[in-house]
């Protein structure tokens, strides 16, 4: 089974692209974050013509995930146990999306910005990434063979190699301690991020700004975790740099895990 993240930055806007990616790539199932609109807004036909079954969760033309799968959708569960809320009035927002396929439990996570270290935004990523934690946490405590990825955009670089230039990032959110050990929790929970391996110095995100992506100063942002019996199954990932390019791309590229 071949195993897909994606930000699309828009599912509206890039609808044709995301189908011919899986159309080319022969992904069954991939998780979207940032699909930017409500449910009713979601291009569903054009998922459905190409043989995908999609769940997904919006509310406004902010956030929003969902999976395409073309083996079976089911076991639907918008937002995990005791997520954090944001807003005024406090409400429970459209990052975080459950489903099961193929014996696989797939989490499409769309984590928080954080904005800046001192924004209460970033208390508030803190906050998402610890329930977050403690729910993958005690799904293996109650079934330690099960298959569970947690797969999408993290915005968390968890090492200096994930970012073209450490010293740009000095006091910015992405890469700072608490956040990485937040990241870190979920490892020693159990998950491993499994594309690593496979995809030394690669980068999933370029900003759309000062030529970012020509002169490859990028960031290792969208990774998938894995329990550990899914874990054993990866076979091979690679991050398809080429989506970057040409006109109408995300400022994100697909990562994708191949399965036995």
Known sequence: MRLATW??????????????????????????QETKCRDDQFPLAAFTAAGYEVAHHGLSQWNGVAVASRVGLSDVEVGFPDMPTWGDPPAAEARALGVSVAGVRVWSLYVPNGRELTDPHYVYKLDWLAALRTAAAEQLVRDPGAQ????GDWNIAPRDEDVWDMTAFAGSTHVSGPERAA????????????TRPYTPGAYSYWDYQRLRFPRNEGMRIDLALASPALAARVRGAHIDRDERKGKGASDHVPVVVDLD
């Open 7 to 32: 930000n699309v930055n828009s599912i509206r806007t890039r609808v044709d692209r995301v189908v011919a990616f899986l159309e080319r790539s022969g992904t069954d199932v991939l998780a979207m």
């Open 183 to 194: 990241f870190a929790a979920l490892l020693d929970a159990g998950y491993t991020e499994v």
């Open 148 to 151: 569970v990825a947690l797969v």
